[in-house]
């Protein structure tokens, strides 16, 4: 238990602080990448592959780590570019994404840095829906500025394992499902796969949704409704949020909401694609009242409906 204490303390200093990681890398020569670093187990040379029939077109095969099997899936391919060469110059990023590993094959990993979520910007608008992208920055090289796409790891998996949201008849509680009619749930996410995933799921049980893209924008939203004199929790039955997002991070939101008396009790969930033994801990230590990993459909739901019967108990 003290280490995993220890865990928390660590990553929660850093996105307390509304900082993180980012593990830059190439799949092209001219374009710098980046993914969280949270999520990132390991980097290895790309090992011998075996193939695997009948799979995806962007798995390149299946990587043998210290005894695991892992997927490799062809980053550049997976974003629409042409598939990258299986090379010496190639690199393996093992990473740990909605309860599960897998290998992005990718090219020269360069380095890692450390910066705030305030220096990170949304993709443009007018980028369409078809980018694989979360957020952009900007690093400085020397002489030269350059531009860094962050991948949108959620939607590359989503298109590949094609996830389900159909929910499991026998686990919902028909005498809820009148109350939970037009109810509003606030969901937070820089990715639009996770959102719609998330919306999807709870439209079935006849919840109103309501999308913010990053922390900040979803705590303007909260405080100009409590300016124009909304009792948010009355009004909103909960809040699920990413941890990870562009100008704001989930904790800092959570934390900001919990220092407003406003709406300090509003119910928070984190639902994240990160894992790993010390989550439950971290959810305790930064004020959130439940922790989801994605992309758990039935729990979504039965988390609202634990909700519910709290609210009615009340």
């Not at 809820?176 to 439209?203: E, F, N, P, W």
Request: glycine share 6%; net charge neutral.
């Amino acid at each position: 238990m003290a280490n995993i204490l220890e865990s928390v303390d660590q990553h929660t200093q850093l996105v307390g602080e509304n900082r993180l990681e980012l593990l830059l890398f190439r799949i092209n020569s001219t374009q710098l990448f980046a993914i969280n670093v949270f999520k990132v187990k390991e980097v290895v040379k790309l090992p011998r592959l075996s193939q695997m029939p009948g799979s995806h077109p962007c798995v390149s095969g299946v990587a043998n780590i210290r005894g695991t099997s892992i997927p490799v899936i062809n980053l550049r391919q997976a974003i629409g570019f042409k598939p990258m060469p299986l090379d010496g110059d190639s690199n393996l990023i093992i990473t740990e994404y909605n309860r599960s590993v897998q290998g992005f094959l990718v090219g020269k990993v360069e380095h890692i840095i450390n910066m705030n979520w305030n220096e990170v910007m949304p993709p443009p608008q007018n980028a369409g829906h078809n980018h694989y992208l979360t957020a952009l920055t900007k690093l400085q090289q020397q002489d030269r500025t350059e531009l860094v796409s962050i991948i949108d790891v959620e939607k590359v998996l989503a298109e590949i394992i094609r996830y389900n949201v159909k929910l499991d008849a026998s686990k919902l509680d028909e005498s809820l499902l009148t109350q939970m009619q037009g109810r509003k749930v606030l969901i937070v996410d820089d990715s639009a796969t996770a959102r719609h995933q998330v919306r999807d799921t709870l439209r079935q049980i006849g919840l109103e949704v309501i999308e913010a893209c990053d922390g900040q924008q979803a705590l303007d939203l909260l405080r100009s409704w409590c300016d124009k004199g909304g009792k948010i929790p009355d009004e909103i039955l909960m809040m699920i949020t990413d941890a990870e997002m562009p100008k704001m991070d989930g904790y800092r939101l959570t934390h900001e909401i919990r220092n407003d008396k406003r709406m300090a009790s509003l119910f928070i969930v984190l639902n994240t694609s990160l894992s790993g033994s010390f989550n439950n801990a971290m959810v305790e230590k930064v004020g959130c009242d439940r922790f989801i990993s994605k992309f758990q459909p039935d729990l979504l739901v039965e988390t609202v409906q634990q909700r519910m019967r709290q609210l009615a108990k009340a």
